[in-house]
């Protein structure tokens, strides 16, 4: 065994022992990549700043941070799912989208949804929009991990999907197809929390 990986292990147990709480989704307990990276007015986190070496792609995005709490694909699907069925603009057919509100996400990391705060969400190819708390919750966004029962592929509209069921509201389903889904970004990675 690596010397390491049994002292870190030792003190793990010894911690547990003396009843020190270990928090979970902490970087350390992830057992997959990072999908998800939350930044703003969130709690404590489980990570911090913005490493300019190795966080690429949020560094040419124009992100910063000095502290981010993280989810891999374990730490969302352990969290409330919801399925919504909405008619989507690729196909023109009805498809089971499922995964956590995006309200339980932002709690989850410790950030509170009230007032006139807003969430930004980016996706992998730099796409942002700005979605206010209240049509947050209005809407029912979740993030997506699911697209009829099967995990949303890299490369295709995943890996995670933030996403209403826009047949639902009225004030979306009236429009064209084709712009239902302008605030919500597939390949989503980063959500940045305005809280006011």
Known sequence: MNKRHFLAAAGLGLATARGVATPLNTPAMMTGPTLLTLTGTIGAGNRGPLDPALDQLMKKQGVAFDRAHTFDF?????????????????????????????????????????????????????????????????????????????????GGLGPLWAVYDADRFPDKAARPLAERFTLCPWAVYHIAVQGV
């Open 74 to 154: 374990a730490a969302l699907r352990a969290l409330p799912s919801i399925t919504i069925k909405p008619t989507l603009e690729y196909d023109g057919k009805v498809h089971v989208l499922g995964g956590p509100l995006l309200a339980d996400v932002l709690h989850a990391a410790g950030a509170t949804t009230t007032g006139q705060g807003r969430v930004l969400l980016r996706a992998i190819d730099g796409y942002v929009v700005a979605v206010s708390f209240a049509d947050m919750v209005k809407y029912r966004f979740i993030v997506a991990t699911t697209l009829d029962a099967k995990a949303l592929p890299l």
